[in-house]
């Protein structure tokens, strides 16, 4: 994981298939299965999955640390997000805009992830780049959780098989 100030880069290589890895991310099962960093969980409430569709789920504080955090800095243990797609290219590259609209104090804006699937020897290679948020902080967290989901991803790649 490197962090710069205009992007966060992540990259894991799984052993599957990309076709695997791009049904995990992009059917609410596969998104419920995996995306939610860990102490939290996932509610896939829509999904149209095309370029300007939207995803829309609810993600939850489920684990005493994470209820805590959110509390002790005045938000809820619930929240909708929302992301609108902006490249949907199966099974190679999808990318999106998040909307932060859930911290104190900040006006909402929006900031883009872009996730690469490439076919390697032995699987396949995922890099997720991310905007940065709006401060070092804030970008760190955002590094930290999606480091933490894509090793939950790997974690439901296991347990399926590797997806074969």
């Not at 959110?70 to 999106?96: D, I, N, Q, W």
């Not at 396949?124 to 991310?130: E, S, W």
């Amino acid at each position: 994981m490197t962090l710069a100030n205009e992007s966060v880069r992540i990259t894991r290589t799984y052993p599957t298939t990309r076709e695997h890895v791009w049904k995990l991310w992009t059917t609410p099962e596969g998104i419920a299965s995996w995306w939610s960093p860990d102490g939290f969980t996932i509610e896939v409430g829509k999904l149209d999955l095309r370029p300007g569709g939207d995803l829309v789920y609810t993600m939850t504080a489920t684990a005493p640390e994470q209820i805590a955090f959110m509390e002790s800095h005045g938000m809820p243990l619930s929240t909708e997000s929302r992301k609108k797609f902006v490249e949907v290219s199966e099974p190679a590259r999808l990318s999106y805009t998040s909307l932060a609209d859930f911290i104190p104090g900040v006006d909402p804006y929006d900031f883009l992830t872009v996730v690469e699937l490439e076919t390697v020897e032995g699987g396949v290679r995922v890099t997720m780049t991310a905007d940065a948020m709006h401060d070092e902080e804030w970008t760190q967290r955002l590094a930290a959780g999606r480091a933490n989901e894509l090793d939950n991803l790997g974690r439901v790649i296991d347990a399926d098989g590797a997806g074969s």
